[in-house]
């Protein structure tokens, strides 16, 4: 009896490749994301890196440790670790889940932004300025993260928006996503999944993920008269790219 053999076909299950950016259950709290590419987290005023701010400097980027308060501006802001999701199983057993909590109150129509930045680049000694670590996020193709918008003393006015942002070394202008479905005021986490390809900037946006200095998290009040006071949470976790 003659047996033949021939080439065998496999399908092979595809390996979903995930990346945790900060998860938020580490000892590192809100000094030291789980990935550790990344800097301490930090909140304050948002500004639009497109528009010059007085004196040439961009208020919104202050590098200070977390929880800095930007003096002299239209917000304050404070961070700090809270309970999280927990409808998303721990990142091993026995973890405690936690996020991170940004308090924050403002005056309209400023906006707030929670942000972890690249850590700064070793330049071996050399004379020049050290630089921003650059992170090549090319090789995924959405960010999601878990989510949590609550008032704070006063009500989230009608229109209020969560944008997230990728501020690059290739471009001048980042990365901005605003088409986040989340409801002001809703009691319960909801997953946000925000694929690259709906990021504006169309044309700049894979060198652009080639070269990630920084994801920011912006709180946008929605219609309030100007100099209307607004306070709330932003309560973030599971932040991932896929």
Same mark, same amino acid.
């Given at each position: 009896? =003659?047996?033949?053999?021939?080439?065998?076909?496999?399908?092979?299950?595809?390996?979903?490749?995930?990346?945790?950016?900060?998860? $938020? =259950?580490?000892?590192?709290?809100?000094?030291?994301?789980?990935?550790?590419?990344? *800097?301490?987290?930090?909140?304050?005023?948002?500004?639009?890196?497109?528009?010059? #701010?007085?004196?040439?400097? @961009? !208020?919104?980027?202050?590098?200070?440790?977390?929880?800095?308060? @930007?003096?002299?501006?239209?917000?304050?802001? #404070?961070?700090?670790?809270?309970?999280?999701?927990?409808?998303?199983?721990?990142?091993?057993?026995?973890?405690?889940?936690?996020?991170?909590? !940004?308090? $924050? @109150?403002?005056?309209?129509?400023?906006?707030?932004?929670?942000?972890?930045?690249? /850590?700064?680049?070793?330049? =071996?000694? *050399?004379?020049?300025?050290?630089?921003?670590?650059?992170?090549?996020?090319?090789?995924?193709?959405?960010?999601?993260?878990?989510?949590?918008?609550?008032?704070?003393?006063?009500?989230?006015?009608?229109?209020?928006?969560?944008?997230?942002?990728?501020?690059?070394?290739?471009?001048? @202008?980042?990365?901005?996503?605003?088409?986040?479905?989340?409801?002001?005021?809703?009691?319960?986490? /909801?997953?946000?999944?925000?694929? $690259?390809? !709906?990021?504006?900037?169309?044309?700049?946006?894979?060198?652009?993920?080639?070269?990630?200095?920084?994801?920011?998290?912006?709180?946008?009040?929605?219609?309030?008269?100007?100099?209307?006071?607004?306070?709330?949470?932003?309560?973030?976790?599971?932040?991932?790219?896929?």
């Amino acid at each position: 009896m =003659a047996l033949l053999l021939g080439p065998s076909c496999y399908s092979l299950p595809k390996v979903e490749v995930i990346r945790v950016i900060d998860d $938020f =259950a580490e000892d590192g709290g809100l000094t030291q994301p789980t990935w550790n590419v990344f *800097g301490p987290w930090t909140c304050g005023l948002h500004v639009d890196q497109s528009q010059p #701010s007085e004196g040439g400097q @961009d !208020a919104g980027q202050d590098g200070g440790a977390a929880g800095d308060v @930007d003096a002299g501006q239209a917000v304050t802001c #404070s961070l700090e670790i809270g309970a999280g999701d927990n409808t998303d199983p721990p990142p091993f057993p026995g973890a405690i889940t936690q996020a991170l909590v !940004a308090n $924050f @109150d403002l005056s309209t129509p400023s906006s707030v932004e929670v942000v972890t930045r690249t /850590k700064t680049a070793s330049n =071996a000694g *050399g004379d020049a300025l050290p630089s921003s670590t650059k992170v090549n996020f090319t090789g995924f193709s959405q960010l999601l993260f878990n989510a949590l918008l609550l008032p704070g003393t006063t009500s989230l006015p009608i229109g209020t928006e969560l944008q997230v942002e990728l501020h690059c070394a290739a471009t001048p @202008d980042p990365l901005v996503d605003q088409d986040i479905t989340l409801t002001p005021g809703a009691q319960t986490w /909801k997953t946000i999944s925000l694929p $690259f390809t !709906a990021f504006t900037a169309a044309a700049q946006r894979e060198s652009c993920l080639a070269t990630v200095e920084s994801l920011s998290f912006v709180v946008v009040p929605g219609s309030a008269p100007a100099g209307s006071n607004v306070t709330g949470t932003l309560h973030l976790d599971n932040i991932r790219l896929e």
